[in-house]
């Protein structure tokens, strides 16, 4: 575990797959998963000034808030949990979510849209718990198909690039009023792969996801703390 500082019974639920988690690949192969002052998750928790031994955190490898790898996608699982002892609700997008439609700022609850699926999960944490707080993290910019220039311009299966996914991502937070977190300002996004063996979606080292992690805690911090 890392430290224990931060507020003592503030707690966070974090569903997330191996990039959140901060998982290490070697020559192709999985190595271990980064310590929890390492990981991505871990380190919002830190910024956010929640103790460590409050965050449960599930991994659920190669899935996405509505993408199913074959486990359940992020989406079914928060809908499963009691949220009534939670203070924030952490979960991402995922490559594997462009593959659906995107939606608008109009999207309805379960219309299988990206946008709907956000929109069921925000009506969830009202329902399940009123205090609780979402924060959102964009998809993450590891696509071993996009990347470089064109991370945030170049168009994923359903014709939309990750610049779109974040804006309308901005706009929902807009006007339901959770935290969402993109990308695009990372300086790291733009050259990822050099960090990783080979076109891997997974960094070899802990250090990359320390930093990806200490950007997202930042921008969480500002809205939650």
Sequence with gaps: ????GGNPVARMLSVGNSILTGSVWLEG??????????????????????NSNNVD????SSTGLIYDAGEGNFLERIKATNLSGYDVVLTHLW???MSSPLGTINSTAGDG????????????????????????????????????DVTFTGNYPNGRNLSACETLMSELAEKYHFTFIGWQDLNLSYYYHS????????????????VM???LGGRASRNIN
Excluded: M, W
């Design 1 to 4: 575990l890392g430290t224990n």
């Design 29 to 50: 192969s999985y190595n271990h998963l980064a310590s929890y002052d390492n990981s991505p998750y871990g380190n919002i928790a830190t910024a956010i000034g929640i």
């Design 57 to 60: 955190h599930t991994l659920i």
């Design 95 to 97: 490559t594997g979510d």
């Design 113 to 148: 849209s990206i946008a709907g699926a956000v929109v069921v999960l925000v009506n969830y944490i009202k329902v399940s718990n009123g205090n609780c707080q979402l924060i959102l993290v964009g998809v993450p910019p590891v696509s071993t198909s996009i990347y470089g």
């Design 195 to 210: 960090f990783t063996d080979g076109l891997n979606v997974h960094a070899n080292n802990e250090n990359t996801y320390r």
């Design 213 to 215: 992690g200490g950007y």
